[in-house]
């Protein structure tokens, strides 16, 4: 077995400590991005992701680097502490929330998952408890995340326009009359004046938006930002060049996208496929 190495990250920080070692030992062993993606079989781009704290990636991803570096547990173990900071992805998030009940227009990419504007009880229900939540905390965090969807119904209620990558609509729900009403759910509501629903089918091909849900929030006053969000981690992006260049790969991706009228059609394809009578 090979000595036990020392963690030498200099921050305190558990996430940029954890980016930091990472780092460290990609440059010691005169990696590129792309050479130390090509060993464990990953995308080397969360590799560079991973370094810059935009992410911490997951348990797997850690582990296959532990073992590519012959480190039995050291990399996994600065993992669990940095997946444990969660106070700065809070502070962010309850500023992205303050931001979306303010906003005049919101512009969503999902890649996944419906965006929890759009998500019925049972839909929300079943993504938290997956994501960990049990008990009185699975229904406090669905009761809040079904009452944001009054946001889309209120007056003045913002404009919103989803674009739904086709793989959010190939993964259903295990019980198929909660996929059903999600799915007509999702049909009542492209049908108001203020919410737009367009698919990205997979035949459009590869799109620039990538891996990521992204909102774009327009407030009252001042420019846009961005809220950025993988699996792992949530990010603002309020630097105006920065979230011009997400707009640009939105605005790329929606003219790939079916039109509102043909991703209605697509939705109820969907349905037919899954042997659901749609109920409006």
């Not at 997951?58 to 680097?65: F, H, N, W, Y």
């Not at 198929?176 to 492209?190: F, K």
């Amino acid at each position: 077995m090979p000595p036990r190495r020392v963690i030498t990250g200099r921050s305190q920080e558990p996430r940029k400590r954890f980016a930091e070692e990472l780092r460290k030992l990609r440059l010691e062993h005169k990696l590129s991005y792309r050479m130390l993606g090509a060993a464990p079989g990953w995308d080397a781009t969360l590799f560079s992701k991973m370094e810059k704290g935009e992410t911490i990636g997951g348990p797997e991803v850690v582990q296959a680097l532990d073992t590519y570096y012959r480190l039995p547990g050291l990399l996994l173990t600065l993992w669990e502490l940095a997946a444990g900071d969660k106070s700065q992805f809070k502070a962010r998030y309850q500023q992205y929330m303050a931001l979306e009940a303010e906003a005049l227009s919101l512009w969503h990419y999902a890649v996944s998952a419906l965006p929890g504007l759009l998500q019925t009880r049972a839909y929300a229900h079943t993504l938290l408890s997956e994501g960990g939540f049990e008990g009185e905390e699975l229904t406090k965090q669905v009761e809040a995340r079904i009452g944001r969807r009054d946001l889309l119904t209120e007056d003045p209620a913002p404009t919103f326009r989803s674009i739904l990558s086709e793989a959010v609509l190939r993964t259903p729900l295990p019980e198929r009359e909660h996929w059903q009403e999600q799915l007509n759910d999702l049909l009542m509501m492209s049908e108001r004046r203020n919410v737009t629903v367009q698919v990205l089918p997979f035949s459009a091909g590869p799109h620039a938006m990538g891996n990521t849900h992204t909102m774009f929030l327009q407030p009252g006053e001042g420019g846009a930002v961005a809220w950025v969000e993988t699996g792992y981690s949530g990010e603002l992006v309020a630097e105006s060049a920065a979230v011009a260049r997400l707009q640009l790969r939105y605005d790329q991706a929606r003219d790939r996208a079916l039109s509102p009228a043909d991703s209605r059609k697509f939705i109820l394809q969907i349905l037919e496929e899954a042997s659901c009578e749609p109920s409006i």
